[in-house]
């Protein structure tokens, strides 16, 4: 073969490799900008335990986190909510932006949401930091009940009951989070909802499964490598902590700037099985 020959052979092979990393890199960009933020996933969990009372069994509990004033994927919540039809929904916090937009269209999603069990909201550092009052008007106003550090039971039409447990490190009751420890009892099924996953150092016996936010999960995560927006224990959507499963949503939507990379939004539905 003559040099002429092999040199349009190296230049189209050069074109096609230049033309392969410019269309992957458009497709990261599109994925990252556009597909990865404006997805709604679903993580269907199933738990079954013989402390489940019968009256509970096949009782669903919706859960999601990390609204961030995205009326488009609170919508999405709203829709889940409807095919879904649970019978408790648990927010679990970073409602609104500090330019507070949107929080007519937030307020209405959050009150066509419906669940015959009751609606319940723990709190991140960004509401308490930017919109606590903002916050804790619309949730009110759309019928969340907030709670910051108690233990509750829940009823299921019956005398019989389960208890959630909400853990709020950033109230200025921080210190009630010890107090909620201290009443698990473990004869009873417990349930935990926190935004901040690193409340799990703290978690005592007793609990069944502890459900968390997603600001520790990352914004990117690479094959084998995992999470590179965050180097933090908790970055795992299931682990296991002290013997509790601790359970981390994907969040609806996501702080600015907005950019995700194989960490796609999702909400959790939990279905009840009395074994």
């Known amino acids: 073969m003559t040099e002429r020959k092999r040199k349009p052979k190296k230049k189209r092979l050069k074109l096609k490799l230049s033309i392969l990393i410019v269309a992957l890199i458009a497709c990261v960009y599109l994925e990252s900008s556009t597909l990865s933020i404006k997805r709604l996933n679903v993580q269907n969990v199933t738990i079954t335990d013989s402390k489940i009372p019968e009256s509970f069994n096949n009782a669903k509990i919706l859960i999601f986190s990390d609204v961030f004033s995205d009326e488009t994927q609170l919508k999405?919540?709203?829709?889940?909510?409807?095919?879904?039809?649970?019978?408790f929904i648990v927010f679990l916090g970073n409602l609104l932006t500090e330019e507070n937009q949107h929080?007519?269209?937030?307020?209405?999603?959050?009150?066509?949401?419906?669940?015959?069990?009751?609606?319940?909201?723990?709190?991140?550092?960004?509401?308490?930091?930017?919109?606590?009052?903002?916050?804790?008007?619309?949730?009110?106003?759309?019928?969340?009940?907030?709670?910051?550090?108690?233990?509750?039971?829940?009823?299921?039409?019956?005398?019989d009951f389960i208890t959630f447990n909400f853990l709020d490190s950033h109230s200025a009751l921080e210190s009630t989070v010890d107090k909620v420890n201290?009443?698990?009892?473990?004869?009873?099924?417990?349930l935990g909802f926190v935004h901040d996953p690193k409340v799990s150092d703290t978690l005592v016996s007793g609990y069944d499964t502890v459900f968390a936010g997603h600001t520790l999960l990352g914004k990117i995560n690479l094959p084998l490598l995992g999470s590179i927006s965050y180097k933090d224990t908790y970055?795992?959507?299931?682990?296991?902590v002290k013997g509790i499963n601790l359970r981390l949503t994907?969040?609806?939507?996501?702080?600015?700037?907005?950019?995700?990379?194989?960490?796609?939004?999702?909400?959790?539905?939990?279905?009840?099985?009395?074994?």
């Open 103 to 159: 929080q007519d269209l937030i307020e209405q999603y959050l009150k066509e949401m419906d669940a015959p069990l009751g609606k319940y909201a723990v709190l991140a550092q960004s509401d308490y930091d930017k919109n606590l009052d903002l916050t804790k008007t619309i949730l009110s106003e759309s019928e969340f009940r907030y709670y910051a550090n108690d233990s509750i039971k829940v009823f299921n039409k019956t005398h």
């Open 250 to 275: 994907g969040g609806v939507s996501t702080s600015s700037p907005q950019y995700r990379f194989l960490s796609s939004p999702d909400v959790i539905i939990v279905t009840l099985k009395s074994s």
């Open 182 to 190: 201290r009443s698990i009892d473990p004869t009873l099924f417990n």
């Open 235 to 240: 970055t795992e959507k299931l682990q296991d």
């Open 76 to 87: 999405k919540v709203a829709s889940k909510v409807k095919s879904s039809k649970p019978d």
